[in-house]
């Protein structure tokens, strides 16, 4: 069965610092990986996916990730954070099965200071 | 493209009461998903519907739980006899059929208080 686990959850950043969100998953063939990120009360809004290919994605509002196979990892970065990333993140591995499933792992707050 | 909409937002209930929840998909979209997200926790899949057919129900968390797409348009999740442990908020997601894996569009979820 996949499982993903997100290690941290709580980060704070500096608005203008660089961050990074780290993504660890357990899944027996070549995973599908998104990120999705949730503001307060609201649904999820998809920050990047990986399929296959390029192992660097690039997404919306700056994000990135790099999917790492030796790691099991698919950590999501953005280079300078504003204060409007601050939000719940969340990674999520696919299923390859007859149909699409989504397992999520238990998400990473990030709190921006000033 | 009006995105993934559900209603109602927000439904508070008392324990023992039934509720029912409205999911509607993109137009288009050929599979349908419930989740159940609880407080410090990542979303959870519950159930999904490829058109009308319900083609997984084994997570639905009991046989309380039950989901409908009649019409393999908008889709609905009814709670019966409810228990303060399903307070929760409940997503919708859709997909396009196609590749082995598409992306989910979620929608902003109902949030369920049952006191």
């Known amino acids: 069965a996949q499982s993903v686990t997100q290690p941290d959850i709580h980060i704070t950043v500096s608005e203008g610092a660089s961050l990074e969100l780290r993504c660890n998953y357990s899944?027996?063939?070549?995973?599908?990986l998104f990120w999705y990120v949730q503001s307060p009360g609201q649904g999820l809004q998809l920050l990047l996916k990986?399929?296959?290919?390029?192992?660097l994605v690039q997404g919306i509002k700056g994000f990135e990730a790099e999917f790492k196979r030796s790691q099991s990892s698919f950590n999501l970065r953005k280079p300078s954070v504003h204060w409007s990333d601050a939000a719940e993140y969340f990674c999520?591995?696919?299923?390859?099965?007859?149909?699409?499933?989504?397992?999520f792992g238990k998400g990473t707050m990030l709190l921006v200071s000033p | 493209d009006t995105g993934v909409s559900q209603n109602p937002r927000h439904k508070i209930t008392k324990r023992g009461q039934n509720v029912t929840f409205r999911c509607d998909p993109i137009?288009?979209?050929?599979?349908l998903y419930w989740y159940r997200q609880t407080l410090g926790q990542g979303p959870e899949f519950l159930t999904y519907?490829?058109?009308?057919?319900?083609?997984?129900k084994s997570r639905l968390l009991s046989d309380r739980f039950s989901a409908e797409r009649p019409k393999g348009s908008f889709s609905t999740l009814e709670i019966q006899r409810t228990e303060q442990g399903d307070s929760a908020m409940y997503l919708c997601?859709?997909?396009?059929?196609?590749?082995?894996?598409?992306?989910?569009?979620f929608g902003p979820g109902t949030r369920l208080l049952v006191l």
């Open positions: 990986y399929f296959s290919g390029d192992t």
């Open positions: 137009s288009e979209h050929n599979r």
């Open positions: 997601a859709s997909s396009p059929i196609g590749a082995v894996q598409e992306t989910q569009y």
């Open positions: 519907f490829q058109n009308e057919a319900q083609l997984e």
């Open positions: 999520a591995v696919g299923a390859q099965s007859g149909y699409s499933t989504l397992t």
């Open positions: 899944y027996g063939a070549t995973p599908y």
